[in-house]
Nanobody
Framework: QVQLVESGGGLVQPGGSLRLSCVASGFTFSIYRMNWYRQAPGKERELVATISTGVTTQYTDSVKGRFTISRDNAKNTVYLQMNSLKPEDTAVYYC??????????????WGQGTQVTVSS
């Protein structure tokens, strides 16, 4: 059974930090590209950060220099370190896994989401 379980969300003041974790199970984590998406109320879901099966990372412009995505293949876990948080970062954050090898191309899994609220 495939599972992606996010944790680490919560309420934080502007300028604060949070670290989101996403633990994967039921598939070969190391051959999947891992992504963090977010969706704010009334807005479309947007890709925040992505990490390849290696160490290549990409970020949406609004979080560059503040957020860091990383992965630990030994723990089947992907992280999103979020620093200097702003109220506009408030959203539900979702973990996503996309098959990155021919054998798993087309496979796409999602977590249930974790709420991040940035407010004073």
């Amino acid at each position: 059974q495939v599972q992606l379980v996010e944790s680490g969300g919560g309420l934080v003041q502007p300028g604060g930090s949070l670290r989101l974790s996403c633990v994967a199970s039921g598939f070969t984590f190391s051959i999947y590209r891992m992504n963090w998406y977010r969706q704010a109320p009334g807005k479309e879901r947007e890709l925040v950060a992505t990490i390849s099966t290696g160490v290549t990372t990409q970020y949406t412009d609004s979080v560059k220099g503040r957020f860091t995505i990383s992965r630990d293949n030994a723990k089947n876990t992907v992280y999103l370190q979020m620093n200097s948080l702003k109220p506009e970062d408030t959203a539900v954050y979702y973990c996503n896994a996309v098959g990155a090898r021919v054998a798993v191309r087309g496979y796409d899994y999602w977590g249930q989401g974790t709420q991040v609220t940035v407010s004073s």
